[in-house]
C-alpha cells in the first residue's frame, strides 16, 4: 500500500462539478493499493501517515503530526500509484489491486483516520475526480508498507 502525502493549507475533490471532500490545513493523501495488499498494511499506513511528522512547531521544526497541527486529512484513491514504470513507454497497473478489494481498504483506511480523531475527507473512488490543492512548503513524502 502506498501513500504520496502532501502538507496542504486546502484541498478539494470535484467530481460532477461537486466539490465532495475538501480541508483546509492538513495533509492530501492519494493512496494506492496494491495486491497483496490487506486491513492489517492499511492500518499500519494509516497510523503512520497520521503520525507523520511534518508540521512546523515553534521553532519552525518539522516536529508535530497532523493531529498536533489541527489539521485533517483528504484521502483520495490514486491506483496510479502502483502502475510498475521500469519497462516501456507505457505503465503497467498489474500490481494494483482488483477494484473492490482496492474499495474496501481505500474505505478501511478512511474509516480507521476517523476513529482517531482525526476530521477526514474523501474523494470518490473510481470516479473522474478533479484534485486542487495548495501544497504548503512543497512538503511531499512517499509513504509505504
Not at 44 to 73: H, P, T
Not at 109 to 120: C, N
Request: glycine content about 10%; proline content about 2%.
Amino acid at each position: 500500500m502506498i501513500a504520496l502525502i502532501q502538507r496542504v493549507t486546502h484541498a478539494s475533490v470535484v467530481v460532477d462539478k461537486q466539490i465532495v471532500g475538501e480541508i483546509d490545513t492538513g495533509l492530501l493523501v492519494l493512496l494506492g493499493v496494491e495486491k497483496e495488499d490487506d486491513e492489517q498494511k492499511a492500518k499500519r499506513l494509516c497510523e503512520k501517515v497520521l503520525g507523520y511528522r511534518i508540521f512546523s512547531d515553534e521553532q519552525g521544526k518539522m516536529n508535530l503530526n497532523v493531529q498536533q497541527a489541527g489539521g485533517g486529512i483528504l484521502v483520495v484513491s490514486q491506483f496510479t500509484l502502483a502502475a510498475d514504470t521500469k519497462k516501456g513507454m507505457r505503465p503497467s497497473f498489474s500490481g494494483g489491486a482488483e477494484p473492490e478489494r482496492a474499495e474496501k481498504l481505500y474505505a478501511y483506511f478512511a474509516e480507521h483516520s476517523r476513529q482517531q480523531g482525526i476530521v477526514t475527507e474523501t474523494g470518490k473512488f473510481a470516479a473522474d475526480m478533479q484534485v486542487s490543492l495548495t501544497n504548503d512548503g512543497p512538503v511531499t513524502f512517499w509513504l509505504q508498507v
